[in-house]
């Protein structure tokens, strides 16, 4: 099974076709910091307009492998609504689109099944305040049950409910899930949680570990909120200066 070759840009508008580029890009970002899992995990993108379409990964190809035009667009009821040769993993659907029912202001979500998200998850006291990227997480985490393999309706509602307005979410026993206004928002806080995640394994296997004290705790949410107000976040510096490196290392996710 491959990418299709054929460009489908005069199909979409020039708006989908930019969001398409962003989220191929994203995929492949993931597969380069080995965050993917073989064909598994997702990314989606929510595009404007009223009608609740999204952009997902077509089931079957390696994260590397995905292109602008092999991106799959359904509806709510996880309908394709271009021609495509792949179909959607119904998991992801689940998932993805609880979300993006639920929040207006998430353009894209992002879930991945890493070694240290996983094993954290799977921790008893979640995610610890012993770095400075953890305190940046905690500003805005959740955390969600494990119920199984994500493909039943019913859990939806939860979904939403244990997300509600944060950005972070650590699945128990399952990984993480990342959203954002943006694609490189969503992107940047991943590589934020997935860092936290990494340390704190490293560092609870070299013995005792110390946390960060409260009162710098409580500076950290300040220190985010004066960071946003100045630079957004720096969310698209770093997504293009990614794309950059992308572009040297895996092109090709424009087609």
């Known amino acids: ?25 994203a995929y492949r970002l993931v597969a380069l910091h080995g965050w993917d899992d073989l064909i598994f995990t997702h990314i ?23 292109t602008a035009s092999s991106l799959v667009k359904v509806d709510m009821a996880c309908r394709p609504l271009l021609p495509t040769p792949f179909s959607v ?8 689109s609880a979300i993006h029912a639920a929040r207006e202001d998430v353009v894209c979500v992002l879930h991945t099944h890493t070694r240290a998200g996983v094993a954290v998850s799977a921790q008893t006291h979640g995610l610890l305040p012993i770095s400075q990227q953890a305190t940046v997480v905690l500003t805005s985490l959740a955390y969600h049950d494990y119920e199984g393999i994500a493909v039943l309706d019913d859990e939806k509602p939860r979904l939403q409910a244990d997300l509600g307005h944060r950005r972070y979410l650590i699945l128990r026993n399952h990984g993480l899930l990342t959203v954002g206004a943006s694609i490189g928002e969503a992107f940047l806080h991943m590589y934020t949680l997935e860092s936290a995640c990494q340390i704190q394994i490293g560092a609870l ?24 107000q100045a630079l957004g976040g720096g969310y698209a510096m770093v997504f293009d200066a990614l794309r950059r490196k992308l572009d040297r290392r895996n092109p090709g996710y424009d087609q």
């Open 89 to 96: 993993n119904p998991a992801g659907f689940v998932i993805h």
């Open 205 to 228: 296997a070299g013995g005792s570990v110390q946390p960060v004290a409260p009162q710098v705790q409580g500076t950290v949410a300040h220190a985010l909120s004066v960071q946003r």
């Open 44 to 66: 989606s993108a929510r595009l404007p307009g009223p009608e609740h379409h999204f952009l997902i990964n077509p089931y079957g190809l390696m994260f590397e492998e995905i």
């Open 1 to 25: 099974m491959n990418a299709p070759q054929a460009s489908i840009r005069s199909q979409v508008s020039e708006l989908e076709w930019q969001l398409r580029v962003e989220l191929a890009a």
